[in-house]
């Protein structure tokens, strides 16, 4: 494929393909369920199962920076053996430690019943909680293992798994099942542990788990991963972490306000993160092979295909937002026209950012990432909780994008000082 002059290899763009088709049934599906609850649940419900989510994230977005990215960056420079040896080690100690921890964590909505902290409402969805967060990290392990191994469409097949257990459970709730709350939120267990199921599967099939010692295997990863655990931990706190900013300056039902907005969106930030975790082995092996101003090619006619396809989603939604906020999702959202936009925007900032971050993961950068991080989290969070009490829903959003710019303007600071140290050399 070609595009302003910038190409991508055709096994390239058949994997981008795979990628771009899987997240959009994500995409589709995210959209479905969140339609779903927010037309036939309360806000409260919609809101608890939106801070579950943001909790799946925080510890998915830990792992990934801690163990999916470094075998991303890693991975692609060892024999087929090495990299199973690898992926097997990691696998076997993770799903060991996942289990104990959930089953440690099981016992705070258990204590907290029996000890009146808590309603059987609450104490449900929190287990339920906890049992989505578990499936969630076997799940996107065991994608990211299917993307390491160049089988998208292993991934696609995956997913599908996943889209019926979180639509099926998802749709339980919005007929009525009670305590809603609960099933809302058993939605993401149950569609993360089919799916990981699914991938686990396919993995044990062709090539296997390859056993090895974990010790070695976990000191190269904890050489990148902790500096990219604490980056991702930071981003959380404002990426995610604005959810519990708007719910406690303004409530449970303002999150659920604010994320209805952002449901008309969501697509284009879905499709962001997965083409994000498809490209990562690609442009790591790019790197290895063609050096980073062959990097940074190809990476903006990625990021000018995605700016093409979110445009003109954008301009789809804008066109009907009337009927989607009125008839579709039956849901009156203040300021609606302003936050839509604004979404629009940080959709598109993160998108650039993300792609672009990518080259600086390939070259390892992960301890500097994480300062740009720690930068930009202060400065999203010293934006947004004035600006929120300020201007409301609008004002959390202003901080998310404050955030991005900062991130993004020493990302690409950092990009221009290598290119410059290359060329003088």
């Not at 936050?339 to 993961?361: E, G, I, K, Q, T």
Request: proline residues 3%; positive net charge.
């Amino acid at each position: 494929m070609k595009l302003a002059g910038l190409s991508l290899g055709g096994g390239t763009t058949r994997k981008l393909g795979s990628a771009v088709i899987d997240q959009a049934m994500l995409s589709g599906a995210n959209f479905l369920v969140g339609v779903l609850l927010v037309r036939y649940a309360g806000d409260a419900d919609y809101g608890y199962y939106v801070l579950a989510q943001a909790a799946i994230l925080l510890l998915a977005g830990a792992q990934g920076a801690w163990i999916n990215g470094p075998l991303a960056v890693l991975a692609p420079k060892k024999t087929d053996i090495e990299c199973y040896q690898m992926v097997g080690a990691v696998e076997a100690v993770q799903a060991r430690l996942l289990r104990r921890l959930a089953a440690a964590a099981l016992l705070v909505p258990v204590l907290g019943y029996l000890l009146h902290w808590m309603t059987a409402e609450v104490a449900m969805a929190t287990a339920a909680t906890v049992l989505a967060c578990w499936g969630a990290l076997l799940r996107e392990y065991r994608r990211a293992v299917l993307q390491l191994y160049g089988r998208p469409h292993l991934v696609l097949i995956a997913d599908v798994f996943y889209v019926l257990g979180l639509s099926a459970t998802a749709g339980l709730a919005a007929a009525g099942a009670e305590p809603r709350m609960v099933f809302a939120v058993m939605s993401l267990a149950v569609g993360s542990l089919l799916g990981g199921k699914a991938a686990n599967y396919f993995i044990t099939k062709d090539p296997g788990w390859h056993p090895a010692d974990a010790a070695p295997v976990f000191r190269e990863l904890r050489r990148l991963g902790n500096w990219a655990m604490a980056g991702a931990v930071i981003y959380w706190t404002f990426g995610q972490g604005f959810n519990y900013v708007v719910a406690g300056q303004l409530g449970v039902a303002a999150v659920a306000t604010l994320n209805a907005a952002r449901l008309l969106i969501q697509p284009t930030f879905v499709l962001t993160m997965g083409i994000k975790q498809a490209l990562q082995p690609m442009v790591s092996r790019w790197f290895h092979e063609l050096g980073l101003r062959a990097v940074l090619k190809r990476l903006t006619a990625v990021v000018l295909i995605l700016a093409v396809l979110n445009l003109s989603y954008l301009g789809l939604v804008w066109g009907v937002l009337d009927w989607l906020t009125n008839d579709f999702l039956r849901k009156n959202i203040p300021d609606r026209n302003a936050l839509v936009l604004l979404w629009a925007l940080h959709s598109m900032v993160n998108m650039v950012r993300d792609m672009y971050l990518s080259s600086l993961m390939a070259m390892e950068r992960f301890q500097v990432l994480a300062g740009f991080t720690a930068l930009s989290a202060f400065i999203a969070l010293a934006v947004m909780w004035p600006a929120t009490a300020h201007f409301g829903l609008r004002g959390a959003i202003y901080g998310l994008i404050a955030g991005e710019l900062s991130y993004s303007i020493a990302m690409f600071a950092l990009i221009a000082q290598v290119l410059r140290r290359d060329k003088a050399t």
